[in-house]
């Protein structure tokens, strides 16, 4: 300090450079990505010590017999577990989670000509509405599968780095997951309780969105987000019958909000987009924004990537009229062949007027994309 108090130029430098560290540190302090991100695991791994506890105690309350209600109410918490850790598991270990909660059909494995039989949830579900007594072996041994999903769960996120764009995007598709085949009952067919699921799985989005905020969202589109989930469980809470819900306006006025807020999110945290095709567009506020969907997305590979000229091709060889005093669907969407096409066909086709799956059936054959087509 002596020999810079010779050199006042190097001393005012060397104290200007010590306040402006000490005000970044003070003001625009952020917790480390590895410890944020460890945070994010260790709440996964504990929601999954929950659900693997919580698959232990129906094994054992059907090992007892107990009775047909009590299982279902376990079954159901059980079910309400998992959807707070869905967004991650779907995100960073699809092919678990495709045999944690996907449909109750085999899946064909045609390389190796063979038959994987399905498990999970669902398979459960169906074995417990109604459940069977004699099915006690079959209910046990279908837990014993999950308990070893559950392991593979704990195993994975023990070793596995993720990012907080990641992150992000994971619970992105969670929201839309929830827009989608959540708010259908994709997943509960058989029992129809997902109205009561669904905040569990918006509670996981909140909790984790806390967790990877920092100041820049804290006060403006993270508190809007939990304001929003708050409201929209209220909804679910007061309403669970999937025969009276109000879908048409639930939609609009609290699922399509909570998107575009986590937009509004992703922008105030600077959060870059993650380089992964996807249906749909990283800048989609909703499911009906315009350009939502990515076109490309459905196509086998770039020389099919759609263009402007194709889109226009395409409105040549095709005229699309919509009928809506139609009585079906199929009828209301009419798809007329335009002259070139008719012509272009290896023999004359007496239908003129296709619906949907009979023109994707004759593109096919034409060796011809739809997607190409912006159709």
């Not at 085949?181 to 669904?198: Q, V, W």
């Not at 993270?222 to 819900?245: M, P």
């Not at 994707?360 to 739809?370: D, F, K, R, V």
Request: proline share 5%; net charge neutral; aromatic share 10%.
């Amino acid at each position: 300090m002596h020999k810079l108090s010779k050199y006042p130029i190097l001393l005012f430098l060397y104290c200007a450079a010590a306040l402006f560290t000490l005000y970044y540190c003070k003001n625009d302090k952020q917790q480390p990505v590895y410890e944020d991100l460890g945070s994010v695991k260790n709440r996964i791994l504990k929601t999954n010590a929950d659900f693997e506890k919580q698959i232990n105690e129906l094994k054992t309350l059907v090992s007892t017999d107990s009775d047909e209600k009590l299982l279902q109410e376990k079954f159901q918490d059980l079910r309400k577990t998992y959807k707070t850790m869905e967004w991650a598991v779907e995100y960073f270990l699809p092919h678990s989670a495709r045999f944690i909660n996907g449909p109750a059909l085999p899946e064909i494995e045609m390389d190796e000509h063979t038959e994987i039989e399905p498990e999970g949830l669902q398979v459960l579900e169906e074995m417990l509405y109604p459940y069977d007594k004699g099915n006690k072996q079959e209910v046990i041994r279908m837990l014993n599968k999950l308990i070893n999903k559950s392991n593979t769960i704990a195993t994975n996120f023990q070793v596995i780095t993720i990012s907080k764009d990641q992150v992000f995007d994971a619970l992105r598709q969670e929201a839309f997951r929830i827009s989608s085949l959540g708010i259908s009952g994709f997943d509960t067919p058989i029992s129809g309780t997902f109205l009561r699921e669904m905040p569990s799985s918006l509670e996981g989005i909140k909790e984790t969105l806390r967790q990877i905020s920092t100041r820049r969202s804290k006060d403006k589109a993270l508190k809007s987000i939990v304001t929003e989930i708050n409201s929209t469980i209220e909804v679910l809470k007061r309403n669970t019958d999937k025969n009276t819900f109000d879908y048409a306006n639930f939609i609009p006025d609290h699922l399509n909000k909570i998107t575009a807020l986590m937009l509004d999110f992703k922008n105030q945290e600077n959060i870059p987009d993650v380089e992964v095709t996807t249906a749909l567009n990283k800048n989609a506020a909703t499911f009906f924004s315009k350009n939502a969907f990515n076109p490309n997305a459905f196509t086998p590979g770039k020389e099919y990537a759609f263009t402007e000229e194709k889109a226009a091709l395409g409105h040549q060889l095709l005229m699309i009229k919509f009928y809506p005093t139609a009585t079906t669907e199929a009828a209301q969407h009419v798809i007329f062949l335009r002259k070139p096409l008719q012509m272009a066909l290896p023999e004359p086709c007496p239908l003129k007027i296709l619906n949907w799956r009979e023109i994707h059936l004759l593109l096919t054959i034409q060796g011809i994309s739809m997607v190409s087509f912006g159709i």
